[in-house]
């Protein structure tokens, strides 16, 4: 069993800057991963890095402004988020599961909005 816990998320100006961290207890031998769901919408994927964190993958929308990285010694993913924009508005999760594209375990989610 794993168990994740974002944090970080707030309120922000278009244009800034925010880190989200998902603190993970358990086994945390996994690909890791961040998804979010803006209201009325689907959940959409991010960001995601292997379990070594020499692979890294983004979503278009996201892609050149936020950076996903992992502390293994900490057991912790972040999610660093540069140039914020309102449509970035949505509860961010953090996923693990065995590969980078099957995720097992999920946070509760973390609210992030970005006002214009």
């Known amino acids: 069993q794993v168990q994740l816990v974002e944090s970080g998320g707030g309120l922000v100006q278009a244009g800034g800057s925010l880190r989200l961290s998902c603190a993970a207890s358990g086994r945390s031998r996994y690909a890791m991963g961040w998804f979010r769901q803006a209201p009325g919408k689907e959940r959409e994927f991010v960001a995601a890095i292997s379990w070594i964190g020499g692979s890294t993958y983004y979503a278009d929308s996201v892609k050149g402004r936020f950076t996903i990285s992992r502390d293994n010694a900490k057991n912790t993913l972040y999610l660093q988020m540069n140039s914020l924009k309102p449509e970035d508005t949505a509860v961010y999760y953090c996923?693990?599961?065995?590969?980078?594209?099957?995720?097992?375990?999920w946070g509760q989610g973390t609210q992030v909005t970005v006002s214009s």
């Open positions: 996923a693990a599961g065995p590969t980078l594209y099957e995720y097992t375990y």
